[in-house]
């Protein structure tokens, strides 16, 4: 089993800035996608932004140039920059992680979230 645990939601004003963290624990061999997700109230969930256990980043266009996206791999830790921050950025944000198991099979998990409310 694996847990993900994400920390650093809060409330800012528009404009300003967060981040976002998310350790991953447990039956971990190795991590291949990181990424996070948003759900807004009454909207589906979107993803936001992913980087690959290479280091390749995709990132949403409403969040390009915004938010970046880094990963610790020795810590099996997800990151999220988000600067300029806007009223349509509150959401929960969710965090993803495919895990390869120690008996080399892939699974999907995911955070219970943290909550992320800019105010304008």
């Known amino acids: 089993q694996v847990q993900l645990v994400e920390s650093g939601g809060g409330l800012v004003q528009a404009g300003g800035s967060l981040r976002l963290s998310c350790a991953a624990s447990?039956?971990?061999?190795?991590?291949?996608?990181l990424g996070w997700y948003r759900q807004a109230p009454g909207k589906q969930r979107e993803p936001v932004a992913d980087m690959t256990s290479g280091g390749t980043t995709t990132y949403a266009d409403h969040v390009k140039g915004r938010f970046t996206i880094s990963r610790d791999n020795a810590k099996n830790t997800v990151y999220l920059q988000m600067n300029s921050l806007k009223p349509e950025d509150t959401a929960v944000y969710y965090c993803?992680?495919?895990?390869?198991?120690?008996?080399?099979?892939?699974?999907?998990?995911w955070g219970k979230g943290t909550q992320v409310t800019v105010s304008s």
């Open positions: 993803n992680a495919v895990v390869v198991t120690p008996s080399l099979s892939w699974e999907d998990y």
């Open positions: 447990g039956s971990i061999f190795s991590i291949n996608g």
